[in-house]
Structures are given as C-alpha cells and as structure tokens.
C-alpha cells in the first residue's frame, strides 16, 4: 500500500456502474462463487458481466462482495501506482446504506 490511508464509500450498483463506464473488469461474489466479467449493462435490479466464454446476469442483491483493481476505477496519479486491489462489501436488499471498501495487498 502507499501508506497513505484512504476510504471510499461506494454502493454495489455505484461501483459496477463506474466500471461499465470505464470498461474495467470486476469479480462478483455470488452465492459463494466468484464471477469475472465487464460490466457491459448495469440497473438497480441487475448487472451483465461480459466475459470470453460468455456473458452472465446476476442479480444485484445476490452480490456479496465485487473486487476490482483501485488503479483501473481511479484517475492515475503520476507519482505512485496504484495496484491495491479492492473489495465492496454488500448490504442486504434495500439497504440504502453506502458501503465502505477494505483494500486488500495482492
């Protein structure tokens, strides 16, 4: 990590919305099993991750945690790089609470 300490809240929604956006790969944890894939479609109700053997629906409240690389969702900055990995994890259906990431070293 850089040693600087940081906290972003985001909703799971929130952060697959900004990674269809930007067209960068996550992991959902679903149901125990992680799934990889673009977001290439995102609402409240679901997401579909693209990935090469296939696209996946997944229901939004059967989300349990998304990982993603920090560098790929954030604006780069010039003198450090950014390669923690992140996991948001999710709150039951109807929750409208926002949800803070744990950075994890890989």
Known sequence: MSGRASSTLFTVGT????????GVSV???VEGQWVDGVPVAADSMGVILDAPDGQT???TEA????RF??????????????HEEQIVWAQPA?????????????
Do not use: M
């Open 15 to 22: 952060l697959l919305r900004r990674a269809q956006d930007q």
């Open 69 to 82: 690389q920090r560098g790929a969702l954030e604006d780069p900055v010039p003198t450090e790089a950014h």
């Open 57 to 59: 629906l997944i229901r």
């Open 63 to 66: 989300i349990t945690a998304v």
């Open 27 to 29: 992991r959902a944890l």
């Open 94 to 106: 109807g929750s409208s609470q926002l949800l803070e990431t744990t950075a994890i070293e890989g």
